[in-house]
């Protein structure tokens, strides 16, 4: 089991006002499954997400990865899961304006200490995979919304993660745009990769294998399609 989340809860405060996200969250997911996690705003979604990947803590419940429980590790140990085991894909790409494709795609080695020769190595087959070879010398700027996120997706992949976690990867793509950016996570799927996609785009959605829909905080139908 790559994932085993138990009875999962989440409350932020805010102010005086307990706000309760998450409500008793179980899902398992096993290695090379592709799932959609929907919702309406404010199901918990988002929060579920983070706490898959390592980015937030639950108030309450247990959470597994790989076997080894996240609440018992350490920051370097949670830092350790998010720079090698877990490749992050999000709706606004969170690319660096003045840097290249290429800079772009070798930063979560920087931050592993890989050596630059074998960076440069890495991010250029990683931008060739995902149909960019061409343009990884270019900026942000000077891309499309879709070259972009083919950019965001390389660096997801650079570091051979084990999952592909993608918070709404086709929102500020157009529809065809969209399709071609989702055959990428069909090809990383085929080639071994988990993928986890929070959308709330039924067409989206229905490229997975699994569909789970939270609404309030808990899950209302989990389902193969």
Not at 21 to 39: F, H, T
Request: glycine share 8%; aromatic share 4%.
């Amino acid at each position: 089991m790559l994932i085993d989340i138990q009875n999962i809860q989440k409350t932020y405060e805010i102010g005086t006002v307990e706000v309760k996200a998450l409500r008793g969250v179980n899902l398992q997911i096993e290695e090379n499954e592709y799932i959609a996690i929907m919702g309406p705003s404010g199901s918990g979604k988002s929060t579920l997400m983070n706490i898959v990947g390592c980015l937030d803590t639950p108030s309450g419940g247990n959470y597994y990865f790989a076997g080894h429980q996240v609440s018992e590790m350490n920051d370097n140990q949670l830092a350790e899961i998010r720079n090698r085991e877990i490749g992050f894909v999000f709706q606004t790409f969170n690319l660096l304006p003045r840097a290249s494709s290429l800079h772009n795609v070798e930063l979560p080695m920087i931050y592993n200490g890989t050596k630059s020769s074998e960076r440069r190595r890495l991010a250029e087959r990683a931008l060739d995979r995902v149909g960019l070879a061409e343009r990884m010398h270019h900026k942000p700027n000077e891309l499309s919304g879709g070259q972009r996120q083919r950019v965001a997706i390389a660096r997801a992949l650079v570091n051979n993660p084990k999952i592909i976690l993608a918070d709404e990867p086709t929102g500020n793509l157009d529809t065809r745009t969209g399709e071609e950016i989702m055959e990428i996570f069909e090809e990383l799927h085929e080639s071994g990769n988990t993928v986890i996609l929070v959308t709330h785009e039924e067409y989206i959605a229905e490229h997975t294998n699994r569909i789970v829909r939270l609404r309030d905080g808990v899950i209302e139908r989990d389902e193969a399609i």
